[in-house]
């Protein structure tokens, strides 16, 4: 059996040998392999393809028994363009990088313990030591979830840790320990409640928008919105105004409105210039992005690779295979 | 009754009030009140105290109450200037704020969120996102706590909501839940294991100038000592060489080798300029210094004194008063 690591995944050969079966030949195909069919000749029906990208604008793709996303997201995947006998599985992990992300910054706005550390000079310490302005606490504040699925629990176990009180917004989720649950016709009675808002929901058709000007209307003036999750669940021209006219306190934004594309290599993040706003800490889509997140992720996928080469269960199937007689797998259990 | 408020103590009245019964008058006095007896003739045998700072050269101090001290610290209190029959107390609740701190300053070692931020332009959004460079976790790292009371108890609550494993050396501390405990013999083994070290033990005879040069020694190369105690828990001439010298990875100060005094109003914070080392942190003694904190003192100390008039037994007492027949507080319970 090969393991094809595909464009980027390409680079992580280290991360997964270091827990797979040796007897499993690891070899690297260039990004084009994700979307043409110029590298096929080389893999094998019984092959793994890990990429997070694939699809075939000629609708022929080869056999193989695994496709693998080192990711969680499937928007670079058509599954239409597999073979049916073509397993899909993705990983998770992110949700601890981002949810240290979000805590992070969030205790940040309140302390502002960096700001301190660029005043600070020898020749100032005793006016400093003499006049320390006092700062924020996030203990007793209160902290929703918008979204209360993987990376809203994360948050949620780290934030009640430190004595906030949390509330997240969801459309299945229960009370559990640590938060309560409103429902989503319940919005804007949960907005109204909160110190910081996290927006932690996958985009759809119902999320797109819904933070919207109504919505920012009812928040505290010193809430602070955190987008972690997809740029378009809060309205861009919405929130400027809220952010320019005071309606609330700031914004953490580590996800954006345009991203590089081959269409359109070099964008702007967004069409409102909220980088030049004194109360919004940008970064480029760089909460999850963790040297352990990647070492975290191939090692599920190793794993993942030796229990099919194994016969054993896989784990993190978004898609079992379905076109060869399936391995009885709930049996195996 | 009279409360009198000294020196600093004065700025927090409207923090007192919002919790006193109205019935007491609350007076202010300047700082001086506490060092000389220039205000005595004020200060009635049915009054109250409160005061950072209390000393009688003359060894003439007024008959009063209680003499509640706004912190935890008795630093700045000769208790054989009081009277016998004037009770002592004091205030914590400043793990909460110095456990964020702590907790913030070893998030953003690992994120660099503040840098990503501060590198954001719209211009280089495209380039930045393409060529993310991957930032690290406290996700499974191993937090050490020099001194498990108060303060390493509230650090190690949230320590270990992030995965932290979480290591204390305390000469009487039992495990817990979230912590292993390691006895002072055991130093150079506790050290020996942790990536971030947090100083949290007060400082006495046996705690200073602990972490010394063969301490320092044993010490992981990437691992950063977190001072919010005392400095001279840790040998500064030692803790300079290891900064430079790459022995650690870094440290974040908040505490310091020199303060402001009298006889020394504008000293360097240490003789080692730890401020011009680029794996240094420093700020100003500010880990606790939150709005919030004031209020949360002020609060407990306004419960305590209207438990004082209605003959309740009082919190928090670090010397109850000696010299009138004690109230049986025991039977009041």
């Not at 700031?250 to 996800?255: E, K, R, T």
């Not at 004194?278 to 990647?294: D, G, M, Y």
């Amino acid at each position: 059996m090969k393991v094809h690591l595909v464009g980027e995944a390409a680079g992580h050969a280290a991360d997964l040998t270091a827990h797979l079966d040796p007897s499993h030949e690891v070899v690297a195909l260039p990004a084009d392999a994700a979307t043409t069919g110029a590298y096929d000749d080389r893999i094998d029906p019984d092959d793994v393809v890990v990429s997070l990208r694939f699809r075939r604008p000629s609708g022929q793709a080869p056999a193989f028994r695994l496709l693998h996303v080192p990711g969680a997201g499937l928007d670079g995947i058509d599954l239409d363009a597999l073979r049916p006998e073509t397993a899909v599985a993705n990983v998770f992990e992110h949700e601890i990088p981002i949810a240290e992300f979000v805590l992070a910054r969030l205790l940040d706005w309140e302390i502002r313990a960096g700001e301190m550390t660029d005043r600070f000079t020898a020749e100032g310490w005793p006016e400093q030591y003499r006049h320390r302005l006092p700062h924020g606490e996030v203990h007793g504040k209160t902290l929703g979830l918008l979204g209360y699925g993987r990376i809203g629990r994360a948050v949620a176990a780290r934030a009640s840790a430190f004595g906030m009180r949390v509330l997240a917004l969801d459309d299945h989720a229960l009370d559990d320990r640590t938060t309560t649950v409103f429902p989503p016709d319940r919005l804007h009675a949960f907005l109204a409640e909160v110190d910081h808002l996290v927006v932690a929901c996958p985009l759809t058709a119902q999320t797109t928008g819904l933070i919207d000007r109504p919505a920012l209307a009812v928040m505290k003036a010193h809430a602070v919105v955190i987008n972690v999750s997809r740029a378009e669940v809060v309205d861009e021209d919405a929130l400027y105004e809220a952010l320019t006219s005071g309606a609330i306190g700031g914004a953490v934004l580590d996800v954006w409105y345009r991203y590089p594309s081959s269409s359109e290599p070099d964008p702007p993040p967004a069409h409102r210039p909220f980088w030049d706003l004194p109360n919004v800490w940008c970064t480029p889509h760089s909460s999850a992005w963790t040297r352990e997140l990647s070492q975290r992720r191939y090692a599920v996928i190793a794993a993942n690779i030796n229990r099919l080469a194994t016969g054993g269960p896989l784990s993190h199937l978004v898609r079992p295979s379905q076109g060869v007689p399936a391995r009885p797998l709930q049996e195996r259990r």
